[in-house]
């Protein structure tokens, strides 16, 4: 069964400290994997896509297909991260096809950065 | 980029009742997508929103309780149909590809 997981509700840390929000995957073939970020009092947002392998606000995402994962990273948080993330996989709904608009998303990890 | 209007924002409504959530977009777009996220729970989707053709529904979901309309490339709406305490959720609309843009959401209340 295709499935996304992020094991983590709730993550706080101070400032400038190092972040990782976990996301794990359950699929048998390769996904597109997007990370969606919701600050406070604004909308969904896309935050990253793994195959564009860019950095968005210092935060990076690799894929990892060994461990089926996807993890997001920030060497140094800031207050301003804190928000909710989401994990948002698209699994292929055909072969050799992608369906790009139809997101699983993760039950989404809240990061709080302390000052 | 897309910007969706997205009314109502929020409503209370009566058990058994309907409502229409109406999502505008400020470009033409071929596929509109309906989220929900009920309290505490991440986003569902819904079903996709073809201009010209039948919505296409995820499991969980039928035409009869969540009716879509798309007149055209930038309008879409949900009903949420003979409503129940349970429906009580976050409806988003999206549009997009490979990035998706979300509307700001509508909080249903049904009592």
């Known amino acids: 069964a295709q499935r996304v997981t992020q094991p983590e509700k709730l993550l706080s840390v101070f400032k400038g400290a190092p972040v990782e929000l976990k996301c794990n995957y359950s699929?048998?073939?390769?996904?597109?994997l997007f990370w969606y970020v919701q600050y406070s009092r604004q909308r969904l947002q896309l935050l990253l896509r793994?195959?564009s392998r860019e950095s968005i606000k210092g935060f990076t995402a690799d894929l990892n297909k060994g461990e089926t994962s996807f993890h997001l990273k920030k060497p140094f948080a800031q207050e301003e991260d804190s928000a909710m993330y989401y994990c948002?996989?698209?699994?292929?709904?055909?072969?050799?096809?992608?369906?790009?608009?139809?997101?699983?998303f993760g039950q989404g990890t809240i990061l709080t950065v302390h000052p | 980029s897309a910007v969706i209007s997205q009314k109502p924002s929020r409503d209370i409504c009566q058990r058994g009742t309907s409502l229409t959530i109406q999502c505008q977009v400020d470009?033409?777009?071929?596929?509109m997508f309906w989220y929900r996220q009920q309290p505490g729970q991440s986003l569902t989707l819904i079903a996709t929103?073809?201009?010209?053709?039948?919505?296409?529904?995820e499991s969980g979901f039928v035409i009869d309780k969540f009716p879509i309309s798309r007149p055209n490339l930038t309008f879409s709406t949900l009903t949420v149909s003979n409503m129940s305490p349970e429906d009580s959720s976050i409806y988003l609309c999206?549009?997009?590809?490979?990035?998706?843009?979300f509307g700001s959401g509508t909080q249903l209340s049904v009592l």
């Open positions: 793994h195959i």
């Open positions: 699929y048998s073939g390769s996904p597109e």
């Open positions: 948002a996989p698209t699994f292929n709904s055909n072969a050799g096809g992608t369906s790009y608009g139809k997101l699983t």
């Open positions: 929103a073809n201009q010209g053709s039948e919505a296409t529904y």
């Open positions: 470009s033409q777009v071929t596929m």
């Open positions: 999206s549009v997009g590809s490979e990035k998706l843009f």
